[in-house]
């Protein structure tokens, strides 16, 4: 069983910078992919970006070029750099894991993605 746990969120300014880390702890052997979602109020669950074990990441468009997602050789943790915040960036932020094609969080609808962590764009 593994869990994930964010963390890093809190309130910035519009232009600011959040580190966002995703720690994962128990039977993490088998990983192959992590990714970040996340909710703004009202609006559905997104991807926002995902790293798999060949190196290659994905972005949202409206996150290129200003959010980078990277985690350690191991798989324990997950972080995702966002740089040049927007107001549109408020969500709730939430980390992922996948072994094989089975994602941790979300399977067959399942609610299980946690708190997540809150991150705040406002002036």
């Known amino acids: 069983q593994v869990q994930l746990v964010e963390s890093g969120g809190g309130l910035v300014q519009p232009g600011g910078s959040l580190r966002l880390t995703c720690a994962a702890s128990g039977s993490i052997f088998g990983i192959n992919a992590m990714a970040w979602y996340r909710q703004a109020p009202g609006e559905e669950r997104e991807l926002v970006a995902s790293i798999l074990s060949n190196g290659q990441t994905n972005y949202a468009d409206s996150v290129k070029g200003r959010f980078i997602i990277s985690r350690d050789i191991t798989w324990n943790t997950a972080y995702l750099q966002m740089n040049s915040l927007q107001p549109g960036d408020t969500a709730v932020y939430y980390c992922?894991?996948?072994?094989?094609?089975?994602?941790?969080?979300?399977?067959?609808?399942?609610?299980?993605w946690g708190k997540g962590t809150l991150v705040t764009v406002s002036s």
């Open positions: 992922n894991a996948r072994y094989a094609n089975y994602w941790i969080k979300g399977r067959n609808g399942m609610d299980n």
